[in-house]
């Protein structure tokens, strides 16, 4: 396919996280415009999403890797460095990002647990579509290498490039106000296209969704596909069938997002643009 044309990956991230999301996956994917899923394998909701994916030939599902805010796989007494006094991986990720670099034994743990979940995810018997991070913590140097060293051993050929360029983000409401943190992220993701690219991990040329993450309703995803650029575009979401009190506590509309991959109208814009729907298999 010549790369002028207008390729969209669809991804549902945090699947296995409830049946709530994983509900909303089934039906986006049955129904709507849903390519892919990124699966938690430490969730509770993680075995049913697995039996849901079996069910959906058309869906595609990757590794949704975990090193902060969120159930690891491996014991917590295992890996003491990663965890809260609750025994989930620390939500402080600036905290975080700094003990993965200056830790070693924080680097070794971190290690062992992204290895396990590499190997939860082999054990679903998905073939492994794709690889990105809880809250895009693959932008951190550490945690990309080792994703890059351990992916390789279970067939990793993709990975999720989380680079939203400004051109796609002027007219955000309020997006004036995270210039400074898109410069950031921006400076990072180049780092990232390099090292995927020396490393031969075929990617996405951007996302859509970092900055209104939780608020695409019909209305944002028809403007974006309105500015969609040639090459291959990432929409990543995260719909629900209903919205848990954490999501709306965090201002999210997980339900909204659903409603908007599921529109007859975003549908239509696919088609009337000439938007070829694929997943992150159809580009190696």
Known sequence: MVRTARRLIVTADDFGLSPAVNEAVE??????????????????????????????????????????????????ERIPALCDRHGRLDGRL?????????????????????????????????????????????????????????GRRYGMRAVRLPYEPPSAVQSAAGAWRYGRTLSVVGVWAGLMRWRLDRAGIVHNDRVLGLLQSGGLDEAAVLALLGRLSPGVTELYCHPAVADEAAARAMGYRKADELAALMSAEVAHALRAGGIVPVAFADLA
């Open 94 to 150: 600036v905290r975080a990002g700094v003990r993965f670099f200056f830790r070693p034994s924080a680097a070794r743990q971190l290690e062992a647990e992204i290895e396990a979940q590499f190997a939860a995810f082999a054990r679903t018997g998905l073939p492994l579509d794709h690889v990105n991070a809880h809250k895009h913590m693959h932008l951190h140097p550490t945690v990309l290498g080792l994703i890059l060293k351990i």
């Open 27 to 76: 039906r986006a994917a049955r129904d709507g415009i849903l390519t892919c899923a990124s699966l938690m394998v430490g969730e509770p909701a993680a075995r049913d999403a697995v039996e849901r994916a079996r069910r959906l030939p058309s869906l595609r599902v990757g590794l949704h890797v975990v090193v902060a805010d969120g159930r690891p796989v491996l014991a917590p």
